[in-house]
């Protein structure tokens, strides 16, 4: 065996047994290469050779680094179309996002504490005094598909990405959640079946509820999203009407589907004649400053329907979203009519003209390189947690899933954690039945080093410890 081969077999002995853990930092180049008393070469192949098992990943000025899904496999579902039935428990979450005494690490809501956020609002400000004191108000809808302005403006920032792309191909929505409604109500009947990754944002799940639609849960690797071999297989058995996935930088797992895979998919959806609908709201948050191709970069034939917003970019509060829905765009827009006539013109304007200002662009790179910064953050405190608490690294967004053994209750864990003032989301709000319910996302948009995240993180710890 080859010194570096000698090499790559210790390190992956040592990822095998945890002795290194998921995020774990592994030596420099030159410091492994001193302390085994051999050539640096040997050490960079070694760590080839890893990267290519898909044990270890590099980080652009930072080192190698163990990769999560090592030791983590996500609940693989019994492909069977299923009824929803969420009931309340996602209302409690997200009322409990808005308790200023919770530590909040259980919404998906991103750090709004920015300058571009109050620009947004100065802007939204001084367009509303306008038209307060004006003389002769513009009152009137702004009718579907939406501000021209806005929709153009957005059409400019996905040029780069869609070729072809213009205004007329978008329509403007209350957020991308109504984006995704509008989506459904379009491919779907009551009882219809839509195919969705496993695990899968609770949202997604609710509007099918709310539709009377089955959901057909497909298993999704934890770090490239959809297994594309499980579709294949539930396409050629169910009459799907429609795919409904987040391919980039996914709620909850982070997954990110590799831009390879993502003709294999559209070829899928094209042989069995189904559309796709693509959450890209977390598109924008790759960390290394990586822009992920949407799946509509690759759509030939109008069957994808690309759905997004500002609310995970920016704020939450600002419910100005946006769809391409392709060759459904007629249907898709007379449905935005008549479920809500018009979005509001004021938060269009403001919207528009905060798009035509770069601040937009450094505030993304800003928050990029925070996110990543806060993802080391939480790792490194999540080392003082028990071993079988395993998380996901994700590659973008500011989700964190963590994954216990199957005997866990994270359901417990969001009650004792709420109780000493902790929000965390449950796994089980992540299917239709409850096979994510040893698992639980953390949000880290806002999490630092100081006592108040330390103390949260080390109860919850605590709390963990007493279910193993």
Same mark, same amino acid.
Not at 27 to 37: D, G, V, Y
Not at 107 to 129: I, N, T, V
Not at 420 to 440: E, V
């Given at each position: 065996?080859?010194?570096y081969?000698?090499t790559?077999?210790?390190?992956?002995?040592?990822? &095998?047994?945890?002795?290194?853990?998921?995020?774990?930092?592994?030596?420099?180049?030159?410091?492994?290469?001193?302390?085994?008393?051999?050539?640096?070469?040997?050490?960079?192949?070694?760590?080839?050779l890893?990267?290519?098992?898909?044990?270890?990943e590099?980080?652009?000025?930072?080192?190698?680094?163990?990769?999560?899904?090592?030791?983590?496999?996500?609940?693989?579902?019994?492909p069977?179309?299923?009824k929803?039935e969420?009931?309340a428990?996602?209302?409690?979450?997200?009322?409990?996002?808005?308790?200023a005494?919770?530590?909040?690490?259980?919404?998906?809501?991103?750090?709004?504490?920015c300058s571009?956020?109050?620009f947004?609002?100065?802007?939204?400000?001084?367009?509303?005094?306008q038209?307060?004191?004006?003389?002769?108000? &513009?009152?009137?809808?702004?009718?579907?598909?939406?501000h021209?302005?806005?929709? +153009?403006?957005?059409?400019?920032?996905?040029?780069?990405?869609?070729?072809?792309?213009?205004?007329?191909?978008?329509?403007?929505?209350?957020?991308?959640?109504?984006a995704?409604?509008?989506?459904?109500?379009?491919?779907?009947?009551?009882?219809?079946?839509?195919?969705?990754?496993?695990?899968?944002?609770y949202?997604?799940?609710?509007?099918?509820?709310?539709?009377?639609?089955?959901?057909?849960?497909?298993?999704?690797?934890?770090?490239?999203?959809l297994?594309?071999g499980?579709?294949e297989?539930?396409?050629?058995?169910?009459?799907?009407?429609?795919?409904?996935?987040?391919p980039?930088?996914?709620?909850?797992?982070?997954?990110c589907?590799?831009?390879?895979?993502?003709?294999?998919?559209?070829?899928?959806?094209?042989?069995?004649?189904?559309?796709?609908?693509?959450?890209d709201?977390f598109?924008e948050?790759g960390?290394?400053?990586?822009?992920?191709?949407p799946?509509?970069a690759?759509?030939?034939?109008?069957?994808?329907?690309?759905?997004?917003?500002?609310?995970?970019?920016?704020?939450?509060d600002?419910?100005?979203?946006?769809?391409?829905?392709?060759?459904?765009?007629?249907?898709? &827009?007379?449905?935005?009519?008549?479920?809500?006539?018009?979005?509001?013109?004021?938060?269009?304007?403001?919207?528009?003209?905060?798009l035509?200002?770069?601040?937009y662009?450094?505030?993304? +790179?800003?928050i990029?390189?925070?996110?990543?910064?806060?993802?080391?953050?939480?790792?490194?405190?999540?080392?003082?947690?028990?071993?079988?608490?395993?998380?996901?690294?994700?590659?973008?967004?500011?989700?964190?899933?963590?994954e216990?053994?199957?005997?866990?209750?994270?359901?417990?864990?969001?009650?004792?954690a709420?109780?000493?003032?902790?929000?965390?989301?449950?796994?089980s709000?992540?299917?239709?039945?409850?096979r994510f319910?040893?698992?639980?996302?953390?949000?880290?948009?806002?999490?630092?080093?100081?006592?108040?995240?330390?103390?949260?993180?080390?109860?919850?710890?605590?709390?963990?410890?007493?279910?193993?």
């Amino acid at each position: 065996m080859k010194i570096y081969e000698q090499t790559a077999q210790l390190l992956r002995e040592q990822i &095998n047994s945890r002795q290194l853990r998921p995020g774990d930092p592994l030596p420099s180049i030159r410091e492994l290469a001193a302390r085994l008393k051999i050539g640096r070469n040997s050490v960079i192949h070694a760590y080839m050779l890893l990267e290519d098992e898909q044990l270890i990943e590099p980080r652009p000025r930072s080192g190698y680094f163990v990769r999560s899904h090592n030791t983590v496999q996500i609940a693989e579902p019994q492909p069977q179309p299923r009824k929803v039935e969420m009931g309340a428990l996602a209302l409690d979450i997200i009322g409990a996002a808005e308790n200023a005494r919770l530590v909040p690490l259980g919404s998906a809501d991103p750090d709004a504490r920015c300058s571009a956020r109050q620009f947004f609002f100065r802007r939204l400000a001084r367009l509303a005094r306008q038209a307060a004191e004006s003389d002769r108000p &513009n009152s009137h809808y702004v009718a579907p598909p939406g501000h021209r302005e806005l929709r +153009r403006q957005l059409a400019r920032r996905y040029q780069p990405l869609i070729a072809g792309l213009g205004a007329d191909d978008i329509v403007i929505t209350n957020g991308a959640q109504e984006a995704i409604t509008l989506a459904l109500l379009t491919l779907a009947r009551p009882g219809d079946i839509v195919a969705v990754e496993s695990p899968c944002f609770y949202g997604s799940l609710h509007c099918i509820e709310a539709l009377g639609l089955r959901a057909l849960e497909i298993p999704s690797h934890p770090r490239d999203g959809l297994d594309l071999g499980a579709l294949e297989q539930v396409l050629g058995r169910w009459p799907v009407k429609a795919l409904l996935l987040n391919p980039s930088f996914s709620n909850p797992t982070g997954a990110c589907m590799p831009d390879t895979a993502k003709p294999e998919l559209l070829r899928l959806a094209a042989a069995y004649d189904i559309s796709v609908i693509e959450d890209d709201v977390f598109g924008e948050l790759g960390h290394q400053g990586n822009r992920p191709l949407p799946l509509k970069a690759f759509d030939q034939d109008g069957r994808v329907m690309l759905c997004s917003s500002l609310s995970k970019t920016l704020d939450s509060d600002i419910r100005v979203g946006w769809m391409m829905p392709g060759r459904h765009f007629d249907q898709v &827009n007379y449905l935005k009519y008549v479920t809500t006539l018009a979005s509001p013109g004021l938060l269009q304007q403001t919207t528009a003209e905060f798009l035509a200002d770069n601040r937009y662009e450094r505030h993304l +790179r800003q928050i990029r390189r925070r996110y990543q910064q806060r993802l080391e953050l939480l790792l490194a405190a999540l080392r003082g947690w028990p071993a079988e608490a395993v998380p996901l690294v994700p590659r973008g967004g500011f989700l964190c899933w963590i994954e216990l053994p199957a005997h866990f209750d994270g359901d417990r864990l969001y009650r004792e954690a709420q109780q000493a003032g902790i929000g965390i989301t449950p796994g089980s709000l992540f299917a239709s039945d409850q096979r994510f319910r040893h698992c639980f996302r953390l949000n880290y948009s806002t999490f630092d080093d100081s006592p108040l995240y330390r103390d949260a993180i080390r109860t919850l710890g605590d709390l963990i410890r007493e279910q193993l």
